[in-house]
C-alpha cells in the first residue's frame, strides 16, 4: 500500500480531518493529486460525505476533472481510498453535458461544487444505476468537473487488453503501442467505451 505509509516527499497537505493530499508518485498527466484517506478504506465500499468534502478541497481553478475508479474492473490500480485530480481538457465534454452518451450512465450539471448536493446526487444514481453492493460496491466509474458528475458503471475491465479507467470516460486515452493505438481506432473509441460499460 503506497499511501500507508506514504513518501513525504509526495505529501503536499492535510485534506480534512480524515484524508490527505498527495502527488501522484506515477503521473498520467502534469499536476496529478490524490486524497486519500488516511486509515485504510477500501476503494469499492461507497464514497462518504466526508470524501466528497475532501475532494472538494482540491478544485482551486475551473480546468480540474477529478475521476474515482471503484475496484479493479473500473482501473482502480490501488485498495485504498484514493480519489484523483489532475487539470486537463475534456475532449468529451460537449457530448457528456448534452448527455449524448449510448452507455448506461447517470449525469447531474450543477452551477457550483456543493459536497452535501454531490453526496445526494451520488447516492441517487448508485441507487438508480443498482450499484450498491452488501458492503462493496458494483465497479463504477465517477467524473467531477465544477459543473457536472457523471457516473457509470462498469462490467469489463479492458477491451483487447486496452484498459479503461475513468479518464477514458471523458474521452482521454493511454495506450502503450502503436498497436493498440491503430486497432482502438479502427474499434471505436466510443464502442470501446459502451463496451466497457455496465
Same mark, same amino acid.
Given at each position: 500500500?503506497?499511501? /500507508? ?9 492535510? !485534506?480534512? $480531518?480524515?484524508? &490527505?493530499?498527495?502527488?501522484? +508518485?506515477? @503521473?498520467?498527466? @502534469? ?5 486519500? %484517506? +488516511? %486509515? ?8 462518504? /460525505?466526508?470524501?466528497?468534502? *475532501?475532494? /472538494?478541497?482540491? #478544485? ?6 477529478? #475521476?474515482?475508479? %471503484?475496484?479493479?474492473? !473500473? ?11 489532475? +487539470?486537463?481538457?475534456? @475532449?468529451?465534454?460537449?457530448?457528456? +453535458? *448534452?448527455?449524448? =452518451? ?5 449525469? #447531474?450539471?450543477?452551477?457550483? =461544487?456543493?459536497? &452535501? ?7 441517487? !444514481? ?8 452488501? $458492503?462493496?460496491?458494483? @465497479? ?5 468537473? $465544477? ?5 457509470? $458503471?462498469?462490467?469489463? %475491465? ?5 484498459? !479503461? ?6 474521452? =482521454? #486515452? ?9 486497432? /482502438? ?14
Amino acid at each position: 500500500n503506497p499511501f /500507508l505509509p506514504y513518501e513525504p516527499d509526495m505529501f503536499v497537505s492535510e !485534506a480534512g $480531518p480524515v484524508h &490527505v493530499c498527495l502527488l501522484n +508518485k506515477f @503521473p498520467v498527466l @502534469p499536476n496529478h493529486l490524490l486524497i486519500c %484517506s +488516511k %486509515s485504510f478504506v477500501d476503494q469499492t465500499l461507497p464514497l462518504t /460525505l466526508q470524501d466528497f468534502e *475532501a475532494w /472538494l478541497m482540491g #478544485f482551486d481553478n475551473n480546468d480540474l476533472l477529478g #475521476f474515482y475508479n %471503484s475496484g479493479q474492473v !473500473a482501473g482502480a490500480s490501488q485498495a485504498h481510498r484514493h480519489m484523483q485530480l489532475v +487539470k486537463t481538457t475534456i @475532449p468529451m465534454e460537449t457530448q457528456i +453535458k *448534452a448527455g449524448k =452518451l449510448d452507455f448506461n450512465h447517470r449525469l #447531474f450539471l450543477f452551477d457550483r =461544487l456543493d459536497a &452535501v448536493a454531490l453526496f445526494n446526487y451520488y447516492n441517487k !444514481a448508485m441507487s438508480e444505476l443498482g450499484l450498491n453492493g452488501q $458492503p462493496q460496491c458494483l @465497479p463504477y466509474n465517477l467524473l467531477l468537473t $465544477p459543473n457536472w458528475m457523471l457516473i457509470v $458503471p462498469r462490467s469489463a %475491465s479492458n477491451q483487447n487488453n486496452i484498459y !479503461a479507467n475513468g479518464l477514458n470516460y471523458a474521452g =482521454l #486515452f493511454l495506450v502503450k503501442s502503436e498497436q493498440q493505438a491503430q486497432w /482502438l481506432t479502427r474499434y471505436g473509441l466510443l464502442k470501446f467505451l459502451k463496451d466497457c460499460s455496465g
